[in-house]
Nanobody, 124 residues
Framework: QVQLVESGGGLVQPGGSLRLSCAVS???????INWVRQAPGEAFEGVSC????????NYTDSVKGRFTISRDNARNMVHLQMNNLKPEDTALYYC??????????????????WGQGTQVTVSS
């Protein structure tokens, strides 16, 4: 069974950076991996995704130019580099997957497998 574990969250000032990591285990293939966040009192929001092959990535408009998703398949890791963080980015961040194999991953908020989440707080 696929398991996902996030790490790297924390407290950072506006304009700062964080690098989130998602460790993937139990997978025999390199599936599409998504980052999803939930701000306090808000719905789940698809943030970014990386395709299983072809280098395809996707981002929600609010993070384009600030966040970069990458994957290191040799180490079974997916990362989300978050730069120029804003208070609006404060949320619980999850990595998740539907075990899709594609070259054009899609953002979403409903997945079969989720990590436990890592908290990102952007505040002065």
């Amino acid at each position: 069974q696929v398991q996902l574990v996030e790490s790297g969250g924390g407290l950072v000032q506006p304009g700062g950076s964080l690098r989130l990591s998602c460790a993937v285990s139990g997978a025999t293939l390199n599936y599409d991996i998504n980052w999803v966040r939930q701000a306090p009192g808000e719905a789940f929001e698809g943030v970014s995704c990386t395709s299983s092959s072809g280098g395809g990535t996707n981002y929600t408009d609010s993070v384009k130019g600030r966040f970069t998703i990458s994957r290191d398949n040799a180490r079974n890791m997916v990362h989300l580099q978050m730069n120029n963080l804003k208070p609006e980015d404060t949320a619980l961040y999850y990595c998740a997957t539907n075990l899709f194999i594609s070259t054009d991953c899609q953002l979403g908020a409903e997945f079969a497998f989720w990590g436990q989440g890592t908290q990102v707080t952007v505040s002065s």
